[in-house]
């Protein structure tokens, strides 16, 4: 049994084959291949964008979407989360997509359960379907990714989404660089810069990222005003080069992105949502159908 918790358990051609089933998905091609299957969500952190669209994608192809609500569970009374794993597993879902505060938690659910196990998201350590998504927008604005340099911006230090952007864009071609005040970097060898006007004199594309405030121990910005200063993609910035603009959302406005920038049509912003759903149909699929 396969479990999708981050990008590297994707081998390159699974990568383009899923790529492949959600363009399909997107030209309008909607086979019911999860007719009679039943997925359970657990979303232990909120979400508006993810839980949507995993839900909307299982529909989409026919499935059943079994939502816990985790503030009735019983974690809340202190089942462990291995126990609420074990529990659902014995209803026989046909795949179960969790999101949790935790790095790793469903690496803990992987012994308790035997249906795949897909990562909504884990703490600061992985997103998987959102790099998934992200390279399918940016296939769609350059075809391919050899030689495009697409910068990062943000608190990369604290984002799941930064980390499986940089595990997986490089694998199709992606030069990166990461763009972000020294204590929002992690360690890597990866080329970094903490002046965002040259970073984006130099990139093809621009993936900004919420300010993680919620996983900071202490305030490590002035404010939010102040990171914006210097930080936040604006019409001024921008100018009139031909770029590519992404987030992952929810978007802190003019702070990670101005108003303006997100009714741009370098925004893609609104395409990765649409994106998202085709992707997570994909991924389904996939990991439903197709082990």
Do not use: W
């Given at each position: ?20 089933n ?7 091609e ?12 657990t ?8 839980l ?31 126990d609420t794993?074990?529990?659902?597993n014995?209803?026989?879902?046909d ?17 308790k ?41 943000g ?6 989404v930064?980390?499986s ?20 970097l ?11 006007q040259?970073?984006?004199e ?15 121990d ?8 102040d ?23 929810p ?11 997100l ?21 389904m699929?996939?990991f439903?159908?197709?082990?």
């Amino acid at each position: 049994m396969r479990h999708l918790i981050h990008v590297n358990d994707l081998s390159d051609n699974e990568v383009g084959q899923i790529l492949k089933n959600a363009f399909a998905y997107k030209r309008g091609e909607t086979p019911k291949t999860l007719k009679d299957k039943k997925v359970i969500t657990t979303f232990f952190e909120n979400s508006t964008r993810t839980l949507s669209s995993f839900e909307m994608a299982v529909k989409n192809l026919g499935g059943e979407v079994i939502r816990l609500d985790v503030s009735r569970s019983s974690t809340s009374k202190g089942e462990t989360l291995r126990d609420t794993a074990a529990n659902l597993n014995a209803m026989r879902p046909d795949a179960i997509v969790i999101r949790h505060s935790t790095a790793g938690a469903g690496y803990f659910l992987i012994p308790k359960v035997s249906c795949p196990i897909i990562n909504g998201g884990d703490g600061a350590h992985s997103h998987p379907t959102q790099a998934l998504l992200d390279l399918m927008t940016l296939l769609e604005s350059f075809q391919s990714l050899e030689g495009k340099r697409i910068a990062i911006v943000g608190d990369i230090k604290n984002s799941r989404v930064a980390n499986s952007n940089i595990a997986l864009l490089p694998r199709f071609g992606a030069e990166l660089l990461l763009v972000a005040p020294p204590h929002f970097l992690p360690q890597t060898s990866l080329p970094t810069t903490s002046n965002l006007q040259d970073a984006i004199e130099q990139c093809d594309a621009i993936i900004s990222l919420r300010t993680q405030t919620e996983r900071h121990d202490l305030q490590t910005y002035g404010s939010l005003q102040d990171y914006a200063d210097d930080f936040c993609l604006t019409m001024e910035r921008i100018g009139d080069k031909k770029l590519v603009i992404m987030h992952p959302g929810p978007v802190h406005r003019n702070i990670d992105i101005s108003d303006f920038v997100l009714d741009d049509p370098r925004s893609k912003v609104l395409e990765q949502v649409q994106n998202g759903v085709f992707m997570r149909m994909a991924v389904m699929d996939f990991f439903i159908n197709h082990q």
